[in-house]
């Protein structure tokens, strides 16, 4: 029995240290994949849902690793943050989506094109980022009236003087807010008043129960109403079906993201699937 046990517990150990050296690995190859141009956003679309017109994109980062292959935000983002690559990585998605969407505005028609891009409380806390981010709007010229930064009401939990100060200058480069996940944090509503938030996204743990449980049917009305009232605008994220689609429109919701509309994708296919059709 003694024997047993400790080969159990020498199995658990070098367990723990294989994925002890996986995350070094990992966190010491994040550290070269922006260089190496391994990191990238992927786009979904945002239609509108009143006349399913397109509206814009949301930029979602994605890490082809040469050897894993392609890297979802859920395997390497935690690291990023623990390791203080986030900012970069950020950075990174929001320069080449901003270049792409930059270039779609030029088209006939398509100069409001927006993007929306996630930023991270460590992002929007350091105050190198609202540098970066005005060099990438001058250096790509895209229309920052069509950008909102995607950042959660967590954001403001600890209303530190720098991201005070990021929030601020975002505005006075005319730049937007979009609150991601809404409904689903802890945070007073002030910041709704405070900052200049243009978009809740209604998180998608309430659409999926659109129609089946009430209470999502409660808080998805409240959020809208709530939106109408500060005149902000709605996109209800995760929309997987046509009802989802069709409750969200009939409660007045203004846009609608989710696979059913289009999964996110690599920008070369989101301009075959979506752009090219728009080419005059
Ligand atoms: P999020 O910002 O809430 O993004 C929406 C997530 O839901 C995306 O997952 C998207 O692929 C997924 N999704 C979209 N439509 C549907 C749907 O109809 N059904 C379902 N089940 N899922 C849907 P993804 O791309 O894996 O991203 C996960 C999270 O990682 C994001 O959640 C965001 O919090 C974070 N993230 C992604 N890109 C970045 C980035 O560039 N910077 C930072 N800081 N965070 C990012
Ligand atoms: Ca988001
Ligand atoms: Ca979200
Ligand atoms: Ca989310």
Not at 160 to 176: C, F, K, Y
Not at 203 to 216: A, C, Q, T, Y
């Amino acid at each position: 029995a003694k024997a047993l046990g400790r080969g159990r517990h020498s199995t658990f150990h070098s367990t723990m240290r294989l994925q002890a050296q996986q995350r070094i690995s990992l966190e010491e190859a994040l550290g070269n994949a922006v260089q190496n141009g391994e990191i990238k956003p992927f786009l979904q679309p945002i239609f509108r849902l009143d006349d399913k017109t397109l509206t814009g994109f949301e930029a979602l980062v994605r890490w082809q690793h040469p050897q894993l292959g392609l890297l979802m935000p859920a395997a390497f983002l935690e690291q990023a943050e623990d390791s203080g690559l986030i900012q970069e990585i950020d950075m990174c998605v929001f320069a080449s989506a901003c270049a792409v969407i930059a270039s779609w505005q030029q088209i006939h028609g398509l100069g409001n094109l927006r993007l929306s891009s996630n930023l991270s409380a460590r992002s929007l806390a350091d105050p190198r980022v609202k540098v970066h981010i005005k060099e990438i709007l001058e250096s790509t010229a895209i229309n920052p009236a069509s950008v909102y930064l995607e950042i959660t009401e967590t954001t403001f939990v600890d209303d530190i003087e720098s991201t005070t100060a990021t929030i601020n200058a975002l505005r006075d480069l005319g730049l937007r807010l979009a609150i991601d996940d809404f409904g689903t944090g802890y945070s007073s509503l002030l910041y709704l008043k405070r900052f200049p938030v243009g978009v809740l996204k209604i998180d998608r743990s309430f659409v999926s129960g659109l129609g089946k449980n009430p209470e999502d049917e409660v808080i998805a009305t409240t959020i809208l109403t709530l939106a109408k009232a500060l005149e902000l605008e709605v996109v209800a994220e995760g929309v997987e079906n046509e009802a989802q689609m069709k409750r969200m429109r009939e409660l007045g919701c203004d846009y609608g993201q989710g696979y059913w509309f289009g999964h996110p994708i690599t920008i070369e296919a989101t301009d075959v699937a979506f752009i090219e059709p728009l080419r005059q």
